[in-house]
T-cell receptor
Framework: AQSVTQLGSHVSVSEGALVLLRCNYS??????LFWYVQYPNQGLQLLLK??????LVKGINGFEAEFKKSETSFHLTKPSAHMSDAAEYFC?????????????FGTGTRLTIIP | GAVVSQHPSRVICKSGTSVKIECRSL??????MFWYRQFPKQSLMLMAT?????????EQGVEKDKFLINHASLTLSTLTVASAHPEDSSFYIC?????????????FGSGTRLTVV
């Protein structure tokens, strides 16, 4: 069975500071990993995905994530936080590179940006 | 890009009534629809998966007689919460997959906030 663990249910950073949201995965098969963002009362928007190509994945809104097999991690980063980044972030794992089979989500991390 | 329209965005109903939530794929044919439930400050839990023209496959612990899923066409799937009760209050989100847009992967609807009073 596949699973992801997001460390830290709530992260606060100052505007302009580095954003680091942690995600560790567990999978018996090569995983395909995703990061989604959710704004209040809205659906999920795909930020980026890892599909076994480059280990450093660049996504939208300046976010990127690095797949580290040795650490079973897929942490999300952004060099400089913006107020508009305040949202809930979910890491997810699938056995399909397109994320069109069953997705298993982490518990989410709420990102707060301090002005 | 692929768009999934979900309606209503918010609904308040009385206990014992039924509520229907619709998800439409606007620019692709959704061969598979996933329905999720999200409790406040929690993650998304998959409720069921439906393929067009077939019966939905429910996850363990989800009552199929309470959460009725219909996926009769390639552009429309509905979730009906039958005889809703306050404990059914939650945020429901659909997600669609289509053959024409495999690279889109999941396309999520904007969600429905259900409040049962």
């Amino acid at each position: 069975a596949q699973s992801v663990t997001q460390l830290g249910s709530h992260v606060s950073v100052s505007e302009g500071a580095l954003v680091l949201l942690r995600c560790n995965y567990s999978s018996s098969v090569p995983p395909y990993l995703f990061w989604y963002v959710q704004y209040p009362n809205q659906g999920l928007q795909l930020l980026l995905k890892y599909t076994s190509a480059a280990t450093l994945v660049k996504g939208i809104n300046g976010f990127e994530a690095e797949f580290k097999k040795s650490e079973t991690s897929f942490h999300l980063t952004k060099p400089s936080a913006h107020m508009s980044d305040a949202a809930e972030y979910f890491c997810a794992v699938s056995d399909s590179p397109f994320g069109n089979e069953k997705l298993t989500f982490g518990t989410g991390t709420r990102l707060t940006i301090i002005p | 890009g692929a768009v999934v329209s979900q309606h209503p965005s918010r609904v308040i109903c009385k206990s014992g009534t039924s509520v229907k939530i619709e998800c439409r794929s606007l620019d692709f044919q959704a061969t598979t629809m996933f329905w999720y439930r999200q409790f406040p400050k929690q993650s998304l839990m998959l409720m069921a998966t439906s393929n067009e023209g077939s019966k939905a496959t429910y996850e363990q612990g989800v009552e199929k007689d309470k959460f009725l899923i219909n996926h009769a066409s390639l552009t429309l799937s509905t979730l009906t919460v039958a005889s809703a009760h306050p404990e059914d209050s939650s945020f429901y989100i659909c997600s669609a997959k289509g053959w024409e847009a495999p690279n889109y992967g999941y396309t999520f609807g904007s969600g429905t906030r259900l409040t049962v009073v």
